[in-house]
């Protein structure tokens, strides 16, 4: 299976799903975490092949985390609701960054974060994001979502509109 983004410009995952509509390594486990789904799919880093991988989404205290192992490389991606932000885990500073974008096409159920340094293969999120919200979802295919320098959403586009802000 091969990953297939659209050319250019930062591709934002639903995950975020649409922020605006809706409202992972070695990190300190909490004390209590609650497994969502564990999934096998195909992941790329920095815009490399795709390669295999396994997901893993755990909600904790108020907060979605999602393990994405890819070979010897784990990648940590954090959402919060309130408000809606998205962190990555960096492990030389030991600290979560904000990201600064992150979009999702739904034709190849890919989720990119920051550009396309870390995009994956997740139909369980899209479609829990289709189920949740079929009124902002039904008949689009792209959603882009841009960050501020404090996390939260401070833009995000639908299929044509984006190229609007790229």
Same mark, same amino acid.
């Given at each position: #299976?091969?990953?297939?983004?659209p050319?250019?410009?930062?591709?934002?995952?639903?995950?975020?799903? !649409?922020a605006t509509?809706?409202? =992972? *390594?070695?990190?300190?486990?909490? *004390?209590r975490s609650?497994?969502?789904?564990?999934?096998?799919t195909?992941c790329?880093?920095?815009?490399?092949?795709?390669?295999?991988?396994?997901?893993? *989404?755990?909600?904790e205290?108020?907060a979605?985390?999602?393990?994405? /192992? @890819?070979?010897?490389?784990e990648?940590? @991606?954090?959402? /919060?609701?309130?408000?809606?932000? #998205?962190?990555? =885990?960096?492990?030389?500073?030991?600290? =979560? /960054?904000?990201l600064?974008?992150?979009?999702?096409?739904?034709?190849?159920?890919?989720?990119?974060?920051?550009?396309r340094?870390?995009?994956?293969?997740n139909?369980?999120?899209?479609?829990?994001?289709?189920?949740?919200?079929p009124?902002?979802?039904?008949?689009?295919?792209? @959603?882009?979502?841009?960050?501020? !320098?404090d996390?939260?959403?401070d833009l995000?586009c639908?299929?044509e *509109?984006?190229?609007?802000v790229?």
């Amino acid at each position: #299976m091969q990953l297939h983004v659209p050319s250019p410009g930062p591709f934002v995952p639903l995950a975020l799903a !649409a922020a605006t509509l809706l409202s =992972w *390594a070695a990190i300190p486990a909490p *004390a209590r975490s609650e497994l969502l789904y564990k999934l096998e799919t195909e992941c790329s880093l920095k815009r490399g092949p795709a390669q295999p991988c396994s997901v893993e *989404a755990t909600n904790e205290e108020g907060a979605t985390l999602y393990r994405h /192992t @890819i070979g010897e490389k784990e990648e940590l @991606i954090k959402i /919060t609701s309130t408000p809606t932000r #998205m962190s990555l =885990w960096d492990p030389a500073s030991k600290a =979560w /960054t904000y990201l600064s974008s992150a979009g999702a096409l739904f034709s190849t159920n890919t989720i990119c974060f920051n550009g396309r340094d870390l995009c994956v293969v997740n139909a369980n999120y899209l479609n829990s994001v289709v189920e949740e919200r079929p009124e902002a979802t039904e008949g689009r295919d792209l @959603i882009r979502v841009k960050f501020g !320098a404090d996390g939260r959403v401070d833009l995000s586009c639908y299929d044509e *509109a984006c190229e609007e802000v790229n």
